[in-house]
Structures are given as structure tokens and as C-alpha cells.
């Protein structure tokens, strides 16, 4: 149990498809995160919200759309994938963006298989 | 921009070795230091984490020293074991405005 859920962990879809990551923290934090985790890459930081404001987009194409509706929820809307998009997406909370001395605690993972 | 190294790997030790896996850091000011680690289908989990020089970090028979003077935070644990097989992530918590920086992980393996 770490405070960070996701939801599905499993997800096969279509490169036509449109589906949803879901993300929920219980751990009070005002700032959420999804990473990617690719096969023999390092953690990719795809996205940042803090106080659900956006404050950072990595350079991601626009079939990654991510919405924060409020401070312990966050989805990744997915459409129109590509093979290479399959990966493992991290969801992450920490206290606060960018104050330091903080810690970030991830959810378990959902594997994203895109055929 | 601050940044973490590590040894790749994969590192492989037999049952009850002695492992270190070590970590060198780049950053302005006094980061936060951390071991994660993520088993076999799973997420990142906090392993241990030291906020301050001298600091020791301990969790689980992990132990790390926060070492300012050399910019290290090297990983050991005196007697492995095969549950421990698992990638160990080095990573900082800079300091105000920037992102969390990760090493690339060290996959670690222990064979009975």
C-alpha cells in the first residue's frame, strides 16, 4: 500500500482506440506526476501538476492528454497510440512542486500495451 | 542542471554477498537524497532517504550515508538475498523549482 493507486495496471489497445489512466493519491499531496518507463531507458517526466495547475509539459505529443480535476486525482487520456508508446506509466505525489526536502511516492504502474 | 550517476549493471551475487551499488550526485545547494527500489512488475518504492550531510539512511538492512564532500550515497546492504533482486534507482530532490532527478537504475540479481 503506498498511497498512490492506479488504475488499470493492465491496458491492451488498439492504435485506433481511446482509454483512459487513473491515478489517485491518499496522501494529502498538492502535486501529482506521470513518468513513462520504456525498456532500457531511463524515467521519462511527462507531465506535472501542482495544485491542479500544469506546470510542466515535457515535449509529449498531443495523443497523451493529461486532466487533473483536483489535487488527488489525475487521469492520462490516451487516443490514437503508437506501437512505441507501450510502456509502463508511473503515477507519482509529493507535497508540494519544487520546494525541496520533499519526498515522491509512486503508484504500482499500468502496463500499456498498444497493438 | 543537477544529475545523478550510478553503475548500470546488471550486477548478479550469490546468496548472503556484500553489495554495493554506488551513486554520485551533481546539484547546487543541499538535496534531499534517495534509494528506490522496483521488484519485478511493480512500481517505485521508497527504499531509504537521507535530507541532510552525515545523514545515514536505513530500511530493511539498506543502508546509505549522505557524503557531501564526496557527493556520494552509495548503497549496501552486508548480506543479500534473492527476494532482493530487484533495480535500484539513486535519485535527489533538488532544491527550490526544479524536478526530482533519477539515476537510470542498477538491476541486481541474486542467485541461491
Known amino acids: 500500500e503506498t498511497g498512490v493507486t492506479q488504475t488499470p495496471r493492465h491496458l491492451v489497445m488498439g492504435m485506433t482506440n481511446k482509454k483512459s489512466l487513473k491515478c489517485e493519491q491518499h496522501l494529502g499531496h498538492n502535486a501529482m506526476y506521470w513518468y513513462k518507463q520504456s525498456a532500457k531507458k531511463p524515467l521519462e517526466l511527462m507531465f506535472v501538476?501542482?495544485?491542479?495547475?500544469?506546470?510542466e509539459n515535457n515535449s509529449v505529443p498531443s495523443r497523451f492528454s493529461p486532466e487533473c480535476p483536483n489535487s488527488s486525482h489525475l487521469f492520462l487520456h490516451l487516443h490514437t497510440l503508437q506501437p512505441e508508446d507501450s510502456a509502463l506509466y508511473l503515477c507519482?505525489?509529493?507535497?508540494?512542486?519544487?520546494?525541496?526536502?520533499?519526498?515522491?511516492?509512486f503508484g504500482e504502474g499500468s502496463w500499456l500495451t498498444v497493438v | 542542471g543537477d544529475s545523478v550517476t550510478q553503475m548500470e549493471g546488471p550486477v548478479t551475487l550469490s546468496e548472503e554477498a556484500f553489495l554495493t551499488i554506488n551513486c554520485t550526485y551533481t546539484?547546487?545547494?543541499?538535496?534531499?537524497l534517495f534509494w528506490y527500489v522496483q521488484y519485478p512488475g511493480e512500481g517505485l518504492q521508497l527504499l531509504l532517504k537521507?535530507?541532510?550531510?552525515?545523514d545515514k539512511g536505513s530500511n530493511k538492512g539498506f543502508e546509505a550515508t549522505y557524503r557531501k564532500e564526496t557527493t556520494s550515497f552509495h548503497l549496501e546492504k552486508g548480506s543479500v538475498q534473492v527476494s532482493d533482486s530487484a533495480v535500484y534507482f539513486c535519485a535527489l530532490s533538488p532544491n527550490y523549482g526544479q524536478n526530482f532527478v533519477f539515476g537510470p537504475g542498477t538491476r541486481l540479481s541474486v542467485l541461491p
Open positions: 507519482a505525489s509529493s507535497r508540494k512542486h519544487g520546494q525541496g526536502e520533499d519526498t515522491i511516492y
Open positions: 537521507a535530507t541532510k550531510a552525515d
Open positions: 546539484a547546487t545547494g543541499y538535496p534531499s
Open positions: 501538476y501542482s495544485l491542479e495547475e500544469r506546470v
